[in-house]
Structure formats: C-alpha cells, structure tokens
C-alpha cells in the first residue's frame, strides 16, 4: 500500500519559512518522479514545483515560486521537502505531494496534475501580512 503524508504546514508572516515534508510508505520514494501542488479558496489546483526521479539532475519550478521555494530528497527519511522562503500572502493555500504510479520514468508532463497518481492529504500553509 502506498501512502503519502504531508506535514509542516503552519501559519507564518510574510518574508517567513517553511519546511514541508513528504514522507512516502510502501515504495522507495527516490525511484519516482514527485510534484508539489497547491490550491487556494476559489482557485484551482496548481503547479508549484517537481523533482525528477533523477534528483540531482532535474527539478521544476513555476514561475511564481522560483528563487523563493526549493525542492529536494531526502533519501535517509524516504522523503521529499519543499524548503519555503520569503513567503508571500499568495502563497497561502493547502499544499499537495503527488508521486507517479510507476517508478524510474517521467512523464511527459511533469507539471501536469493528470501525471500523477498517488496523493497526500493536503498541509495547510498560511502567510499573513
């Protein structure tokens, strides 16, 4: 069984930082491609970051996070962590891990939702002024 859970959510000001984590059981979590999504009250879900089942060759950001949010593996803790940085009030919403189906492949979309298969529960990131 494969089961993905978010943690470290919370509510920070803004030009604050979070750590989230993305903890995977029943696979190795370093073999599979895993994305971060995000939706806000009223808004649809969307892209935020992603990493390749090569972790140290690609990684994904949208344009709206890129040079604030960073994506790596921890692979001592078959995670995976979205470090968080200068944090805006637009920031705020629930935030999704998502993992492939299949492991050692990407697909070719990686910003796509429809990519992946597997989903976390969602951690709450709220940034006030």
């Known amino acids: 069984q494969v089961q993905l859970i978010e943690s470290g959510g919370g509510l920070v000001q803004a030009g604050g930082s979070l750590r989230l984590a993305c903890a995977a059981s029943?696979?190795?979590?370093?073999?599979?491609?895993v994305a971060w999504f995000r939706q806000a009250p009223g808004k649809e879900r969307e892209f935020v970051t992603a990493?390749?089942?090569?972790?140290?060759?690609?990684?994904y950001y949208s344009d709206s996070v890129k040079g604030r949010f960073t994506i790596s593996r921890d692979n001592a803790k078959n995670s995976v962590i979205l470090q968080m940085n200068s944090l805006k009030p637009e920031d705020t919403a629930v935030y999704y891990c998502?993992?492939?189906?299949?492991?050692?492949?990407?697909?070719?979309?990686?910003?796509?939702?429809?990519?992946?298969?597997?989903w976390g529960q969602g951690t709450q990131v709220t940034v006030s002024s």
């Open positions: 998502a993992s492939t189906a299949s492991g050692r492949y990407n697909p070719s979309n990686i910003r796509s939702p429809g990519a992946y298969y597997y």
């Open positions: 029943g696979r190795t979590f370093s073999n599979y491609a």
């Open positions: 990493i390749n089942f090569r972790s140290e060759s690609s990684t």
